[in-house]
């Protein structure tokens, strides 16, 4: 089993940064692909970035170069660095791991570990 706790959150102004945080504990597994996903109100869950095996790294197309993923060794902790943010950004964000040994990243795997959320507000 593996546990995630994500922290970082907060209310920031358009334009501002913010970094996201995910602890994991447990049976932590460095070869396992981890991601950030993202929920609106109102609307479904989507993907944001996911770290491979070896460090690589996928980004939905809304925030590829405003955001960076990255990992400790041994994927301990992941962050998600957030800049120029906008106030389509505003969600909860949550952190995601899978239970295998996966490849490159991608955010369509079947991500087995979720952590709670963490609020983050983007205003004008």
């Known amino acids: 089993q593996v546990q995630l706790v994500e922290s970082g959150g907060g209310s920031v102004q358009a334009g501002g940064s913010v970094r996201l945080s995910c602890a994991a504990s447990?049976?932590?597994?460095?070869?396992?692909?981890m991601g950030w996903f993202r929920q609106a109100e109102g609307k479904e869950r989507e993907g944001v970035a996911a770290i491979g095996a070896y460090g690589d790294t996928t980004y939905a197309h809304s925030v590829k170069g405003r955001f960076t993923i990255s990992a400790d060794n041994g994927k301990k902790t992941l962050f998600l660095q957030m800049n120029s943010l906008k106030p389509e950004d505003t969600a909860i964000y949550y952190c995601?791991?899978?239970?295998?040994?996966?490849?490159?990243?991608?955010?369509?795997?079947?991500?087995?570990?979720w952590g709670q959320g963490t609020q983050v507000t983007v205003f004008t």
């Open positions: 447990g049976s932590v597994y460095s070869r396992v692909c």
């Open positions: 995601a791991a899978t239970s295998w040994a996966c490849g490159g990243p991608s955010l369509e795997y079947e991500y087995n570990y």
